[in-house]
């Protein structure tokens, strides 16, 4: 069983591009978590998706930042003209089912960088 | 926001010595998980936590969850250059996971 996987696993952009950044679930799994974790930090959370829908993305920016999960297909997350500031390691991790007591897989990671 | 704190932020050791990091929280926990992050890698499950009082055991890893859930520790014995990494313990809302720092452990050969 293939674990979570993430393309790429490194992101080179200009200021001013967009960044597209896939995440493929365990097989099975039909919940989706983004995190972004700044370098010497712990992660951040982002969105919370399953197919079709989110959840909840209480800790997405408003501005540029945007997420999704089809029906067909990984999880995209997707960032509008990335700043400087976005540089960091973006993880995806899937769950078999939602709440507490549920233990997430993670993916190795999108490193961004903004130049 | 709830969030647990986690102590130390971080430790240096000498390869052999025994190591612990301990998180603590203002409000009962209903469990609680453990997460490791090597350098340059992602957060990898150890365990979960549920029952008041519960301990369990990895081989040389030791993992407690307080009387009053509000409190978890892990211990480890006799440590080696392959535990280096930056150990988690994520309050768990159900919709995510909220991380904090972490302690970051670093093993002297």
């Known amino acids: 069983n293939a674990g979570v996987m993430q393309n790429p696993r490194h992101l080179v952009r200009r200021r001013g591009q967009e960044a597209r950044l896939r995440c493929s679930p365990m097989k099975g799994h039909s919940h989706v978590y983004w995190y972004r974790q700044l370098p010497e930090e712990g992660l951040k959370f982002m969105v919370y998706l399953q197919k079709e829908n989110i959840i909840d993305e209480s800790g997405m920016p408003k501005e540029r930042f945007s997420a999704e999960f089809p029906k067909e297909g990984p999880s995209i997350l997707r960032i509008q003209q990335v700043v400087r500031g976005d540089s960091a390691a973006y993880f995806c991790a899937s769950s078999p089912t939602r709440g507490i007591g549920n233990e997430q897989f993670f993916g190795p990671g999108t490193r961004l960088t903004v130049l | 926001g709830q969030q647990v704190m986690q102590i130390p932020q971080y430790q240096h050791v000498q390869e052999g010595e025994d190591f612990t990091t301990y998180c603590n929280s203002s409000?009962?926990?209903?469990?609680i998980q453990w997460y490791k992050q090597r350098p340059g890698g992602h957060p990898v499950f150890l365990i979960q936590l549920v029952k008041s009082g519960e301990v369990k055991k990895q081989k040389r890893l030791t993992f407690q969850f307080g009387e009053a859930k509000k409190n978890s520790s892990l211990h480890i014995t006799a440590t080696q250059t392959t535990d280096v990494g930056t150990y988690f313990c994520?309050?768990?809302?159900?919709?995510?996971?909220?991380f904090g720092g972490g302690t970051r452990l670093m093993v002297k050969p």
């Open positions: 994520p309050f768990n809302a159900g919709n995510m996971l909220t």
């Open positions: 409000t009962t926990l209903s469990n």
